[in-house]
């Protein structure tokens, strides 16, 4: 059991707000290395509750250009911890960055699976609202149900993410 204390509050409309900041130094520090900086996951979408974490994939073309992607975060203060068993999804920590929500951020190739399966699920939930009340319904029960337990929490709200993916044909 992977202890570490899973919150989900209600949506937050500031949520973009402290995205936008960290984009614009994300873009800053990378320039044309980055195609984009995409904000993913629960706190990207209009009234879904959400653990407090702002989800973070920053495309680049390709491969190519990861070695120098990396060493520009590192400079900046960002951790680069690999792949974490995700093919071409490439985490990375950081320390001192008060001036930021807390984020989780990845680095994906434009053509990598994985990013293309955040960016569908955000897009999804963004213009179905009914979808988004049943999920933050499961987010909230599976916090209560597994306040210490991450691995648990994100296990229950598994299936609903295998539902949607499904509806997509993904």
Known sequence: ???????????????????????????????????????????????????PIIDIDIVIKDNSVLNDVIKKLEINGYIFEGDLGIKDRFAFRYENKPQFMLHHLYVCPKNSAELKKHLAFRD?????????????????????????DID??????????????NKMCL
Do not use: R
């Open 1 to 51: 059991m992977k202890t570490e204390h899973v919150i989900v509050v209600p949506f937050n409309a500031n949520w973009k707000n402290e995205f936008l900041k960290i984009q614009f130094e994300l873009e800053n520090i990378l320039g044309s290395l980055a195609l984009s900086v995409e904000h993913i996951g629960s706190t990207a979408i209009k009234n879904l509750a959400a653990k």
């Open 124 to 148: 999804y939930l963004k213009t179905h609202a009914d979808d988004v009340i049943e999920y933050s319904k499961i987010k909230i029960e599976g916090a209560n149900l597994y306040p210490n």
């Open 152 to 165: 648990k929490y994100i296990e229950h709200k598994s299936i609903f993410i295998k539902k949607i993916y």
